[in-house]
């Protein structure tokens, strides 16, 4: 006997049964001890997760053939297949862990920004949406003077488009200018409500209205005598720029009495504003005196971000309409009805998701693995809600919900397989490609009848499975693919924004 080998008992190491063969006739233990055999140790993992024992490539043969499996399970043949949940975790498990190696987002390129315009109005149908539209930002304004803040604000942004179109093209320009006019009118139809609510005379609100102006003019003005952070050249200009401003803010901050607390909130804002828009704009120096010095070499902007700070200088956040940009310690997020500890907390997750979604701008490659982390999850979470519209759907049909279950997860099952087909299709068609350009096109041909087969697999599945005539079959599949798809859509949606925040 060689020094590897061990002598074989004669007795069960576990329930002491005489042994006449491989396993133990009283317990079903085997006589080979996986302690002392690595590769029996192994061959267990495999047989426990994948019963690769026959069962896994009859089920997968089978799978292919719309409900085979599924009605051949529910019809009592069990042995012959492996269970369905088994099969759909380590299906779904397998499909996404290829996913993230395989799909792959290039963000080598240097940030290029996509400005959107506005259209505007091209009929009187869209004017008065526009015009509701706007009316709705100053709805929740309960002052005057909150009014013609949000509307020197709003005017503003619209100007600075308005400024940077030329004035050879007033095609363009004329949406800008129609958007100021519903501005306008919209925040002079609340100073009109406001008039009513507070029982202001003409005069008196003419008067508020005026003063609350004359503030923004003066405010407006002060900050003009300064240039603006942005334009400095360099970082010396920049930081004289900085103090001279956060010195003007901070002797204002000083004027205010304690009981001014609206203002010196708003006050802090401004201040912490300004040391973000210098220190975008220092990042934005650094990497432009990087660029230059480092002959032209490609830029990631999730690694210039992460080595230089964020460029991004319009980073401020409002939640629930409100006017005031959302600060974790000055403007937080309080639910009256929530605990100090929750709104604590719930704050807290916002200032992760902010912070992530700035990393999310710069790498797109963030998103795209947050949504197939996410996918797994969510077909995970709503096996038993796309069982439950199957029990709906055929309530009366004398099938339990397990039965309905079963159906849902070899449903499932195929859906992994399929889209596991896919990604290897996409691995295929990345390896192939730098030698050979026509596997594109095949690859590109197989995926799109995949996709396209999916949905016909599914409704030849439930024909097959629950045996009614085709047009009720074709009726309740439509009803349940719709509501479980859009149900999907909201679930893949959802914790892809919770991975966001907790990445």
């Given amino acids: 006997m060689s020094a590897h080998e061990h002598p074989v008992p004669s007795h069960c190491e576990n329930c002491r049964a005489p042994l006449s063969g491989h396993y133990c006739h009283h317990c079903g233990q085997s006589v080979v001890n996986p ?10 993992v495999f047989e426990a997760f994948w019963h690769l024992d026959g069962r896994i490539f009859r089920t997968l043969r089978d799978l292919i053939r719309p409900g085979r499996v599924a009605a051949n399970y529910l019809a009592g043949q069990r042995a012959r297949y492996v269970a369905p949940l088994r099969l759909f975790v380590v299906l779904s498990v397998l499909t996404f862990f290829v996913a993230q190696l395989v799909i792959h987002v290039d963000t080598s390129d240097t940030d290029k920004p996509v400005r959107f315009l506005d259209e505007g109005v091209k ?28 509307r020197a604000r709003e005017l503003d942004e619209l100007n600075e488009g308005l400024e940077a179109v030329s004035t050879m093209l007033p095609h363009v320009r004329r949406p800008f200018q129609i958007a100021m006019e519903d501005v306008n009118a919209a925040a002079d139809a609340r100073v009109q409500e406001l008039r009513g609510e507070l029982e202001l005379s003409a005069e008196e609100a003419l008067k508020q209205q005026n003063e609350a102006q004359a503030r923004i003019k003066a405010k407006t003005a002060q900050e003009q005598a300064i240039p ?33 607390r609206a203002e010196r909130r708003r006050q802090l804002g401004e201040i912490r504003d300004t040391n973000h828009a210098s220190a975008c704009r220092a990042a934005q120096l650094q990497i432009a005196v ?19 700070g964020d460029v991004n200088c319009e980073g401020n956040l409002s939640l629930f309409g409100s006017d ?20 604590k907390w719930l704050n807290r997750q916002i200032a992760h998701g902010r912070d992530n979604i700035s990393r999310v701008q710069h790498d797109f490659g963030l998103l795209v693995r947050a949504m197939l982390s996410a996918v797994p999850s969510a077909l995970f979470l709503l096996v038993p809600v796309f069982a439950l519209l199957l029990k709906l759907a055929y309530i009366g049909s004398g099938r339990v919900y397990l039965e309905h279950l079963v159906v849902a997860l070899y449903s499932h099952a195929y859906m992994c397989l399929s889209m596991l087909a896919i990604f290897l299709l996409i691995a295929a068609d990345n390896a192939i490609q730098p030698y050979w350009g026509g ?24 024909k097959r499975v629950y045996g009614d005539g085709w047009l009720l079959t074709t009726l309740r599949y439509l009803v349940i693919g719709n509501l479980y798809f859009v149900l999907l859509g909201f679930a893949v949606i959802f914790i892809t924004l919770a991975s966001i925040v907790r990445m």
């Fill in 35 to 44: 302690i002392r055999h690595a590769g029996h140790a192994l061959e267990e």
């Fill in 290 to 308: 990087a660029t230059a010095t480092e002959n032209g070499r490609a830029r990631k902007a999730g690694d210039d971000a992460r080595i230089y």
């Fill in 439 to 462: 596997v594109g096109w095949i690859t590109g041909t197989l995926e799109l009848l995949l996709w396209l087969w999916m949905p016909v697999y599914l409704w030849l599945m439930q």
């Fill in 123 to 150: 009929n009187n149908d869209n004017r008065v949406r526009n015009v509701s539209k706007e009316a709705k930002k100053f709805a929740s304004a309960d002052s005057i003077d909150e009014v013609e803040r949000k």
């Fill in 324 to 343: 005031e940009p959302w600060d974790e310690e000055l403007n937080p997020v309080t639910l009256s009805w929530a605990p100090a500890f929750f709104n």
């Fill in 228 to 260: 603006s952070l942005e334009k400095a050249k360099n970082l010396t200009e920049l930081e004289r720029l900085r103090d001279e401003r956060l010195a003007q803010l901070q002797a204002q901050l000083n004027k205010f009495t304690p009981a001014q």
